[in-house]
């Protein structure tokens, strides 16, 4: 460990943390960094209850397992899983969970070829999101379901120039003024399928583009607009 952080590994390989508890105030839960791969996150429980802090947190690591976690954060401007620079990771069946505001629960930046698969993901804050992606491609989501209560809490932003990410069987409902799909980016390049896309609040739209944004490709099948 280090400082107020619960357990970081630095250039490690075929490491596992499982069945843990871990809460922290300020810091990090688990922290890989960097370099490290083929590591085993599963079954953990974290909670963490500062401002700026991680659940999990991978940093330029690849090829890891991260399932079967539940994680909460109270904190404003906190992550429960953060990905940079991190790519062909497998998140599968979390519980995600964030409560206070400009909290994110997964948000991938630069990180590319990842499967995230049958998260439950919630949000309460406002401008708190469930899923953020930036500057990342080649992802598949399956499964997720994601919900968000606060203000201009959105399900899905996509932002920065995406390519090619794949998003199938999602549940987003939005019961405040967030948009289960936001788009901030130009030449945001993505498919979407068989999901269900419910924005509760009125003249909040289900699928929203920032106004000037131009370019890009969505491919929609089977979408439910409830």
Do not use: C
């Not at 490491?15 to 300020?26: A, R």
């Not at 499967?115 to 990342?136: D, E, H, K, R």
């Not at 409902?173 to 269900?196: L, R």
């Amino acid at each position: 460990t280090m400082g107020n952080d619960g357990i970081n590994l630095f250039f490690t390989r075929n490491s596992t943390i499982s069945n843990s508890n871990i809460t922290t105030g300020k810091g990090l839960a688990i922290f890989l960094y960097p370099n490290s791969s083929n590591s085993v996150i599963n079954n953990n429980i974290i909670r963490t209850t500062g401002n700026n802090d991680y659940g999990i947190f991978l940093l330029t690591s690849s090829n890891s397992n991260i399932t079967g976690n539940n994680i909460t954060t109270l904190g404003s401007d906190a992550y429960a899983i953060h990905l940079s620079s991190s790519s062909r990771n497998e998140i599968i069946l979390n519980n995600m969970t964030t409560a206070a505001n400009t909290a994110y629960n997964l948000y991938l930046l630069s990180s590319s070829n990842n499967n995230i698969t049958s998260n439950t993901i919630s949000t309460a804050g406002t401008s708190a999101y469930g899923i953020y992606l930036q500057s990342s491609n080649f992802n598949i989501l399956t499964n997720n379901t994601i919900k968000t209560s606060g203000i201009t809490g959105h399900g899905i932003i996509i932002n920065s120039a995406l390519t090619s990410n794949t998003f199938s069987g999602m549940i987003i409902i939005t019961s405040n003024t967030g948009n289960p799909i936001y788009i901030s980016s130009t030449y945001a390049n993505f498919t979407i399928s068989d999901s269900i896309l419910n924005a509760s609040a009125l003249g909040t739209s289900d699928f929203y583009i920032l106004s000037g944004i131009t370019g890009g490709r969505n491919a929609k099948t089977n979408i439910w607009w409830e």
